[in-house]
């Protein structure tokens, strides 16, 4: 089945950064684009960036465009999110995702800007 051990999240200064890294299992994953989904608290899931199944095309939402970047790594069916420059409005839980038909979540990391 479809799993997703999800790490690096934590708590971090603004203007600080973190790189969070999703690994799949469960599913061919270079077949697949993947996302990353946060949710803040008291608001709904929003998308934040994805990428394509060969990593050549990727799309951030605006509120994080130019200060994180997806990418991935076939070889070890890891995604990533480098996340530079953190503002406290960037603090939510942030969910790897992957649409086969449904979609699958991964369990969550929890990032918290804070000074």
């Known amino acids: 089945q479809v799993q997703f051990v999800e790490s690096g999240g934590g708590l971090v200064q603004p203007g600080g950064s973190l790189r969070l890294a999703c690994a799949a299992s469960?599913?061919?994953?270079?077949?697949?684009?993947m996302n990353w989904y946060r949710q803040a608290p008291g608001k709904g899931r929003e998308l934040v960036a994805s990428?394509?199944?060969?990593?050549?095309?990727?799309y951030y939402a605006d509120s994080v465009k130019g200060r994180f970047t997806i990418s991935r790594d076939n070889a070890r069916n890891t995604v990533y999110l480098q996340m530079n420059s953190l503002k406290p409005e960037d603090t939510a839980v942030y969910y790897c995702?992957?649409?086969?038909?449904?979609?699958?979540w991964g369990q969550g990391t929890q990032v918290t800007v804070s000074s």
């Open positions: 469960g599913f061919t994953f270079n077949n697949y684009a």
């Open positions: 990428i394509s199944n060969t990593g050549g095309s990727t």
């Open positions: 995702n992957v649409v086969r038909g449904v979609d699958y």
